[in-house]
T-cell receptor, first 115, second 114 residues
Framework: AQKVTQAQTEISVVEKEDVTLDCVYE???????LFWYKQPPSGELVFLIR??????QNEISGRYSWNFQKSTSSFNFTITASQVVDSAVYFC????????????FGQGTELSVKP | EAQVTQNPRYLITVTGKKLTVTCSQN?????MSWYRQDPGLGLRQIYY???????DKGDVPEGYKVSRKEKRNFPLILESPSPNQTSLYFC?????????????FGPGTRLTVT
C-alpha cells in the first residue's frame, strides 16, 4: 500500500531560523512522483515542487530546498531563514505512475513562524 | 489568468437538501478530481475524471456523484447531504492523469451540513 507520513504535526520557530519538514513515503512502485503543497491560512493549496522517482538531485529555490533520498524513502523540505509569511500547513504527497492522478497526501505539518 | 474556480465558496445547508458544487478550469486540462479535507484525516480523493465522459471513484465516493459533460466543468453533486459530509472540498485539474504534471487546485468550498 502507498502511504505518506509527516510525523511532525506542528512546528514553531522564530523568524530567521531554519526549519526542516520531514516526509517519509511508502510504495512498491519503481516509478512514482512526490510533491509538496503549501496551504496558507487563507485555505488554498499552492504547489511547491514535483519530483519523479528517478531524479534524486536536490533542488533549491530561493529559501526553499528539498532533499530526496530513495534509500530512506524520504523527501524532506527545508526553509532557510524562515519568515512569518511561511506560516502555513505543508503537505507532502505521492502519486503513482499508472493509477490515474490520485495524490496520496500526508497529514500535513503546521508551521508557525513567530516574529 | 489560468485558474480553477469553485462555487460556492461557503455553503451551509440542511440534511437531505440536494446541492451541487461547481468546478471549472480554463486551462484545457484533461484530468480533473475532487478531494475533501477533514481534520485528522487529511485530504482524500472523492472522484476523478481522466477526460470527458470518463469518471471513476476515488477513495471516499459514498454519497457523491459527478459528471463530466464538458472538458472544463466537473461538478460535485450531493443528492442527500448528511452531517458527515461537512468538510472542505477542493477541485483540482492537470493536463493529463498521472504524476507527470502538478495538479492545480481551486480555492476550496467549505460545506456545513446541519
Amino acid at each position: 500500500a502507498q502511504k505518506v507520513t509527516q510525523a511532525q504535526t506542528e512546528i514553531s520557530v522564530v523568524e530567521k531560523e531554519d526549519v526542516t519538514l520531514d516526509c517519509v513515503y511508502e510504495t512498491r512502485d519503481t516509478t512514482y512522483y512526490l510533491f509538496w503543497y503549501k496551504q496558507p491560512p487563507s485555505g488554498e493549496l499552492v504547489f511547491l515542487i514535483r519530483r519523479n522517482s528517478f531524479d534524486e538531485q536536490n533542488e533549491i529555490s530561493g529559501r526553499y530546498s528539498w532533499n530526496f533520498q530513495k534509500s530512506t524513502s524520504s523527501f524532506n523540505f527545508t526553509i532557510t531563514a524562515s519568515q512569518v509569511v511561511d506560516s502555513a500547513v505543508y503537505f507532502c504527497a505521492l502519486s503513482r505512475y499508472n493509477q490515474g492522478g490520485k495524490l496520496i497526501f500526508g497529514q500535513g505539518t503546521e508551521l508557525s513562524v513567530k516574529p | 489568468e489560468a485558474q480553477v474556480t469553485q462555487n460556492p465558496r461557503y455553503l451551509i445547508t440542511v440534511t437531505g437538501k440536494k446541492l451541487t458544487v461547481t468546478c471549472s478550469q480554463n486551462m484545457n486540462h484533461e484530468y480533473m478530481s475532487w478531494y475533501r479535507q477533514d481534520p485528522g484525516l487529511g485530504l482524500r480523493q472523492i472522484y476523478y475524471s481522466m477526460n470527458v465522459e470518463v469518471t471513476d471513484k476515488g477513495d471516499v465516493p459514498e454519497g457523491y456523484k459527478v459528471s463530466r459533460k464538458e472538458k472544463r466543468n466537473f461538478p460535485l453533486i450531493l443528492e442527500s447531504p448528511s452531517p458527515n459530509q461537512t468538510s472542505l472540498y477542493f477541485c483540482a485539474s492537470s493536463p493529463q492523469a498521472g504524476g507527470l504534471y502538478e495538479q492545480y487546485f481551486g480555492p476550496g468550498t467549505r460545506l456545513t451540513v446541519t
